[in-house]
């Protein structure tokens, strides 16, 4: 059990952080609101994406969904559409899914219980931990990979941040540090110091507010920590292709609801044995998932025979698209980076 000297101790490094908050927090757009569906979008985007490369997202898919009952009622394909560049697109289908769970569930409004913010779809712990703390001012701390980092480097503290453990004891740490009344704010500073000043990767020790007291700088033992002992092993995973074309044209299909990669759109998969004659190139691409290590190979097929072409279409379920209309279109990052390509010089369609 610890001492009030000790959690006394706890508190002033809080305090200590949010002083420096205070001067230094981020000036983001999101900061500006207290609206749970905004700090619900912004969680969601930048989880997995840079501030930097989602605050353009955020801004544009605040502005075509304002609220929840305009995202609720948009089509999948619009929701996919505007995250188009942020990868892992489970979330927006995430996203859909809870905003209609508000219409259904609350009458529209968004919850204001950190339990009943827990059931929406691709709500995890930390995120109803930050919405929670930001816009109803729950005493709860949103533990992420920052708060691991930093407070295991400040109390050179060794608890395995992979034991599945690791959430509720880090967060038991955090609340004693986490002055009264103050939880919102103590997280932004926390999510601040974490991902601009203790980065995983040569953190900025000279310029840490809590410099003085972490432990591992003053040991010289940063590297230490966290500790982290299970890795997840990625498995291999080969994908086949067949961009089939006709004078600019070519097929497309969306995706089920099911394996990854999620409604998105991807080109046919098996074709007639004897087009292989009209394979033009083929190209192999790697590709990283979060536990699967992807090769993707794609051929080209260049169909001579319009007839061909949209019969194979219609029995398969194929839609025909040509480059203007896949703009429209979300595709996974590696069959949109080959599109891209494609389209660089037209004359290759
Ligand atoms: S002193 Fe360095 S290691 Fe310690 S919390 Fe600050 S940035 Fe992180």
Redesign the pocket.
Known sequence: MKTKKQNADFLYVGRKLLDWYQIHGRDLPFRKTSDPYKIWICEIIFQQTRIEQGLNHYRNFIERFPDVQTLASSQTDDVLLYWKGLGYYSRALNLHKAALQIINDFDGVFPTEHDDILKLKGVGKYTAAAVSSICFGKHIAAVDGNFY??LS??FADDFDISNSKAFHYFSELALKMMPENEAGHFNEAMMD?GSE??KPRN???ES?P??KE?L??NLGK?PNFPVKTKKVKATDLELHYSFVEFEGQFLIRQRKDDFIWKKLYEFPIEFPVEWEQFITKQKTIAHKLTHKNLTIQISHIRLESQDVFTEFASENGFTIINEEESHLKSFPKPLENYLTNLFKNTSNV
């Open positions: 980092r930093v480097r400040v110091l000043i203790c953190p900025l020790c840490c809590l410099n972490c591992a700088f940063i």
